[in-house]
């Protein structure tokens, strides 16, 4: 049956268009008037039976009365309003409700319902501050390990996407991607005056994806940007109303991307000849597919326990030890605060992500062996540089998986006993009587964990600009 507050507004429109009373529609279907006002205003459904003497009644179908659409534009609004004075934002400012009588004008009608879309919209834009950044962070972290941190649905829509895009073999060139988008009606157009908040903007008036230019440093990440704008597309993402959405969102985008890139068919033959061999190597399965490594340590952690019955964890971490990126489903205890988010944690100082910054030669993976109080992990740890810090990619497994894998017979070992503060925080006590209030110094924030995000209509990227952007390109279009 129809949404019942439709379905009333319906029953009332056809009602008074007949000039019947509630009474007198009453007795002619054998129910008291008081009965059909609760149908009339949402607050009970009517049997079938009772919606056929009705239909008949009113000289009408009963598919008229089973429409979902409103009956009027005065309807509509008195729905509209009806739905936010249930929903658990308003119910959370103890308001008193306000029914639409027929009293009430058309326009406080239209101020009313302008107000809960306001309030709305306001409470959308609050809501990228940090504490929910965390918090979205967490759950959807927690949602991902019950996966395995696999999504079937969108490997499927990945292999289709690329087979129908006449790919193969090989590493899935700019030329392919550009022919996804043109099976969307989309041109993938570089431009160098991008929004800064934005790594890409679909036009959807104009039919166009606005990428970074091709010649930047790194130019393989324009394909994943290109295929994360195609896969909102797709996956006909809408507008995020939380941000826990955007994060969702983002997510869905980066796996339908790394799919892409590493489809799962050649990728799960590469992993499992490489687990055959007792070599898997992330270095090896980043360069077989031309991809970056935390790609391809991330893709590793999509497949790894569906197809290849291993657990396993992945972390970014930056040079000071805080936590970028983590999930795991081998038992590893990960950094937490009190809210159960990792982002911003700093790791043991004895961890392979954080070992693996004191080598000299940083060229190939470092490999180690760490006791914790959760038991023994083999990890495999590369560094790099971004523009503004130095990181490490790690992925792990529990010593008696690490049979499998290239450096299993590393002879680093070390042992943390972290969340122990007497592992790696705090220090020696001679230490400590040596330098207690004898120094002074001010902390390094981590802005991109501590800051909120520009509020607007997507969660990180300033309205004002997109738009000014958008305005810009599409008089060269019209040119």
């Known amino acids: 049956m129809s949404d019942l507050v439709t379905l009333g507004q319906r029953i009332r429109h056809f009602r008074g268009a007949a000039g019947l009373t509630l009474d007198q529609l009453g007795e002619r279907v054998g129910v008291a008037g008081s009965q059909l006002s609760l149908m009339e205003n949402g607050r009970r459904e009517p049997r ?11 000289g009408v179908t009963l598919a008229d009365l089973l429409e979902e659409s409103p009956p009027s534009k005065r309807a509509a609004l008195e729905i509209e309003l009806e739905r936010a004075q249930r929903s658990t934002l308003y119910a959370s400012l103890g308001l008193p409700m306000v029914r639409a009588s027929r009293s009430m004008s058309d326009e406080v009608l239209e101020a009313l319902v302008g107000l809960h879309r306001e309030l709305v919209e306001k409470e959308r834009q609050t809501i990228a501050t940090p504490e929910e950044a965390r918090r979205a962070n967490t759950e959807l972290r927690l949602r991902m390990r019950e996966l395995h941190n696999y999504l079937p649905d969108i490997e499927d829509l ?6 129908e895009s006449g790919h193969t073999t090989g590493a899935l060139t700019h030329r392919e991607v550009g022919l996804m988008a043109k099976r969307l009606g989309f041109e993938l157009v570089h431009v160098g005056d991008l929004p800064h908040s934005a790594r890409s903007v679909i036009d959807l008036e104009n039919g166009r994806i606005y990428l970074p230019p091709a010649s930047i440093p790194g130019g393989h990440g324009l394909r994943s940007m290109a295929l994360q704008a195609i896969a909102h597309r797709l996956l006909e993402h809408e507008v995020p109303r939380t941000y826990a959405e955007f994060l969702q969102q983002r997510l869905e985008i980066n796996y339908f991307a790394a799919a892409c890139l590493m489809p799962r068919e050649q990728s799960v033959a590469f992993l499992q000849q490489a687990k055959a061999d007792r070599n898997i190597a992330v270095e090896d399965f980043r360069d077989a597919f031309g991809v970056t490594h935390e790609a391809a340590a991330l893709r590793l952690t999509n497949l790894a326990t569906s197809h290849l019955d ?3 964890h992945f972390l970014r971490v930056g040079d000071d030890g805080a936590v970028y990126k983590a999930y795991e489903n081998d038992g590893l205890r990960l950094p937490v605060d009190v809210t159960g988010s990792v982002e911003g944690q700093l790791v043991c100082r004895y961890w392979s992500a954080r070992m693996a910054f004191a080598r000299t030669n940083r060229t190939t993976e470092f490999y180690q062996y760490t006791d914790t109080p959760e038991g023994t992990f083999w990890e495999s740890t590369q560094t790099g540089t971004s523009a503004t810090d130095e990181f490490s990619i790690t992925v792990g497994v529990p010593f008696a998986q690490s049979k499998w894998f290239r450096g299993r017979e ?6 943390s006993t972290c969340p122990d503060p007497a592992c790696c925080k705090r220090p020696s006590g001679e230490l400590a009587n040596r330098w207690r209030g004898k120094a002074w110094t001010s902390a390094k924030l981590h802005a991109h964990i501590l800051s909120p995000l520009p509020s607007g209509t997507f969660p990180g990227v300033d309205d004002q600009e997109l738009y000014r952007f958008l305005e810009a390109h599409a008089e060269r279009v019209d040119d």
């Open 48 to 58: 079938v039976t009772l919606l056929t003497s009705i239909a008949e009644a009113l």
């Open 158 to 163: 990945a292999e289709r996407t690329v087979r």
């Open 310 to 312: 291993l657990t396993l």
């Open 410 to 415: 590393t002879t680093n070992r070390r042992t």
